[in-house]
């Protein structure tokens, strides 16, 4: 049975593999010479701007006040809100290690630096993703009616435009 906050889920399971890399990566990182790392981090970050980040603005702007309004609680998105601010931080952190990198050579400081910040962008975003999934969701589609899923799916496309 297919429910009205599939497409959600769906997008979270595109978004996965992604997350995948990132540990990956950050898996990868040693300190010395690594030809193409700084590139792939590069390509990291680059998808964390615009893809992650936007799907993040999306929520703030779409889900979540639809999630406070099905809770009957303002405050109730608060903890989620706050998990974006980690993410949006930890991305600007990535993109000034990237900035910092000079030719294929990684000193000992920058090779833990970039597994610290690319291990917590995976943390706090799978994470994020299961809280949105094993609680929100799940609520959603128990108080939601057909007509206020279709405005919700209407207002994150939207969304998903204007940003």
């Known amino acids: ?3 009205l906050t599939q497409p959600l889920k769906d997008e979270h399971q595109e978004l996965l593999p992604h997350l995948k890399h990132i540990l990956g990566l950050a898996d ?3 300190d010395g010479t690594d030809p193409g790392l700084v590139s792939r981090i590069g ?3 680059g998808f964390l701007t615009e893809h992650l980040l936007a799907h993040a603005r ?3 702007e779409a889900l979540y006040p639809v ?3 099905a809770m009957g609680a303002p405050e109730a998105t608060a903890t989620m809100s706050r998990d974006h601010l980690e993410i949006g931080r930890l991305v600007d952190e990535l993109g000034a290690l990237h900035g910092q990198l000079a030719g ?3 000193t000992p400081g920058q090779a833990g630096a970039l597994r610290r910040v690319l291990y917590g962008l995976y943390a706090v975003v799978k994470l994020h993703f299961a809280k949105e999934e094993e609680v929100y ?3 959603l589609d128990t108080r939601l009616n057909e007509g206020q899923g ?3 799916l209407e207002a994150l496309e939207h969304a998903s435009h204007v940003n």
């Open 1 to 3: 049975m297919t429910t």
């Open 67 to 69: 999630v406070a309004r």
């Open 58 to 60: 999306i929520e703030e």
């Open 28 to 30: 990868e990182i040693t």
């Open 104 to 106: 294929d050579l990684i």
């Open 43 to 45: 390509k990291v970050h």
């Open 137 to 139: 969701l799940p609520l």
């Open 150 to 152: 279709r405005a919700l």
